[in-house]
């Protein structure tokens, strides 16, 4: 029986709507079997929402914590991101080995600490009085992952793990919002293409499966283009 994803039908940058873009970079990498089960988000602007497509099922699919993005793979039902993203990375020895570990952890928790801090820009009213300050400390954000990167493949070591998943997708996100930010950094960039010319990777991003937009829902300021 193929593994349920239930997602908000968005990339997935925030909270609330998970990390949808990377599970399912995961899971095609892994080569999962899995269905997705997209949610939409009607209506037009605030406060008229129209939530009802996942409100209607929120509390029937027998989830401890209802959110989205779920995961369903047989008894096991999983909610939250981060939890969701190592269930499959434990199933596939993608958590690193040994002193990997320290490395997946700390990164692991790092990404979620930028990520917030870009979804804090992107969903603030004064987006536009907020965006030169945040361009002006994302030189300094890049350069420490950078930094922690040094000459290796991977952000662990010398084999994939999870938390490039996390990485390449939060860079992906800063490279969208300002293109040239990774261009002072080589092993970024190359990085970057390594992991977008993984086989299964670059076949899924090429597929009319892959979602690289909207990256927000409806309730964000940015423009969502």
Same mark, same amino acid.
């Given at each position: 029986?193929?593994?349920?994803?239930?997602?908000?039908?968005?990339?997935?940058?925030?909270?609330?709507?998970?990390?949808?873009?990377?599970?399912?970079?995961?899971?095609?990498?892994?080569?999962?079997?899995?269905?997705?089960?997209?949610?939409?988000?009607?209506?037009?602007?605030?406060?008229?929402?129209?939530?009802?497509?996942?409100?209607?099922?929120?509390?029937?699919?027998?989830?401890?914590?209802?959110?989205?993005?779920?995961?369903?793979?047989?008894?096991?039902?999983?909610?939250?991101?981060?939890?969701?993203?190592?269930?499959?990375?434990?199933?596939?020895?993608?958590?690193?080995?040994?002193?990997?570990?320290?490395?997946?952890?700390?990164?692991?928790?790092?990404?979620?600490?930028?990520?917030?801090?870009?979804?804090?820009?992107?969903?603030?009213?004064?987006?536009? &009085?907020? &965006?030169?300050?945040?361009?002006?400390?994302?030189?300094?954000?890049?350069?420490?992952?950078?930094?922690?990167?040094?000459?290796?493949?991977?952000?662990?070591?010398?084999?994939?793990?999870?938390?490039?998943?996390?990485?390449?997708?939060?860079?992906?996100?800063?490279?969208?919002?300002?293109?040239?930010?990774?261009?002072?950094?080589?092993?970024?960039?190359?990085?970057?293409?390594?992991?977008?010319?993984?086989?299964?990777?670059?076949?899924?991003?090429?597929?009319?499966?892959?979602?690289?937009?909207?990256?927000?829902?409806?309730?964000?300021?940015?423009?969502?283009?």
């Amino acid at each position: 029986m193929p593994i349920t994803l239930g997602y908000r039908h968005v990339r997935g940058v925030s909270v609330s709507d998970g990390q949808t873009n990377l599970i399912c970079l995961l899971l095609e990498y892994t080569d999962s079997r899995y269905e997705e089960k997209k949610y939409t988000m009607a209506g037009g602007g605030a406060p008229d929402y129209d939530r009802s497509q996942w409100l209607n099922e929120k509390f029937k699919l027998g989830l401890d914590f209802p959110n989205l993005p779920y995961l369903i793979d047989g008894a096991h039902k999983i909610t939250q991101s981060n939890a969701v993203l190592r269930y499959i990375a434990r199933n596939h020895n993608l958590c690193g080995e040994t002193e990997e570990k320290i490395r997946v952890d700390i990164l692991e928790n790092q990404a979620t600490d930028i990520r917030m801090h870009f979804i804090m820009l992107c969903y603030n009213p004064d987006f536009e &009085k907020k &965006k030169p300050e945040f361009l002006e400390t994302l030189p300094e954000k890049m350069k420490l992952y950078s930094q922690f990167l040094g000459k290796r493949p991977w952000f662990a070591g010398d084999k994939i793990t999870f938390v490039d998943f996390i990485t390449y997708d939060v860079l992906d996100q800063h490279r969208v919002f300002e293109p040239n930010c990774l261009e002072a950094f080589p092993n970024l960039k190359d990085f970057m293409s390594r992991f977008e010319s993984l086989k299964k990777i670059s076949a899924y991003m090429k597929s009319n499966r892959f979602l690289p937009r909207p990256m927000f829902s409806k309730m964000a300021t940015r423009d969502n283009k």
